[in-house]
């Protein structure tokens, strides 16, 4: 199994752009990396998937570099209402059905 | 709107008496998983189902069991709940397994209390 290894908290201001790099040195040549964020008390929520370059929706962009060995979450200009947790996880190829979270990264957003 | 239900939200229950939290879902999907989160944790994956197809994890204790009646819904059940079980528990579903369709969807949990 790909572990995934993110920094544990992260402090951010309003307004500003939040880059998130998760590292997963053994992934395998068919695994996706995709990012989850869960609020407290809430279920958590998928954000993006991808598998190399760049990906970008509403939300947020992940980049992914040709060794695919890391990946960055970027969201620009946090609100306060991105104070959460954001889970980098590795997702097995193949029909396994398995999502392995690792410790997750808590991001405060300050006024 | 389409969506993951659990119910209760919050439960709580006696040591040793079994207890029966329950998952439904209006998205059709093929999948259905449950996850145990203890605070300040990451959620950890007890099983899922595919289909009728029940996929047990390794690590998961024989004290957790569950039921998929049909489609929609999906059963945890503890048969003798001790004070380390105390967590929240997250159901969720996807469509299917394959990593092109592979979003989750997670309900809001299901908080059990152990007294």
């Known amino acids: 199994l790909a572990k995934t290894t993110q920094p544990i908290s992260m402090d951010s201001y309003e307004g500003q752009e939040v880059n998130i790099t998760c590292s997963h040195n053994?992934?395998?040549?068919?695994?996706?990396i995709t990012w989850y964020q869960q609020f407290p008390s809430q279920g958590p929520r998928f954000i993006i998937q991808?598998?190399?370059t760049k990906v970008t929706n509403e939300v947020a962009s992940l980049f992914i570099p040709a060794d695919r060995k890391s990946s960055t979450l970027s969201l620009p200009r946090v609100s306060l209402s991105d104070t959460a947790v954001y889970y980098c996880?590795?997702?097995?190829?193949?029909?396994?059905?398995?999502?392995?979270f690792g410790q997750g990264t808590t991001l405060q957003v300050k006024p | 709107d389409a969506m993951v239900i659990q119910n209760p939200r919050y439960q709580v229950t006696q040591f040793g008496k079994p207890v029966t939290l329950s998952c439904s879902q209006t998205l059709n999907h093929n999948v259905m998983y449950w996850y145990q989160q203890k605070s300040s944790q990451a959620p950890k994956l007890l099983f899922h189902?595919?289909?009728?197809?029940?996929?047990n994890e390794a690590d998961t204790p024989d004290n957790f069991q569950s039921r998929r009646p049909n489609t929609s819904f999906c059963f945890l059940d503890i048969r003798s709940p001790g004070l380390g079980d105390a967590a929240m528990y997250l159901c969720a579903t996807s469509r299917d397994r394959s990593s092109w369709t592979y979003e989750q969807y997670f309900g809001p949990g299901t908080r059990l209390t152990v007294t």
């Open positions: 991808g598998y190399k």
């Open positions: 189902y595919y289909d009728k197809d029940f996929n």
């Open positions: 996880l590795v997702v097995l190829s193949g029909n396994t059905g398995k999502l392995i």
């Open positions: 053994n992934i395998a040549t068919n695994d996706y």
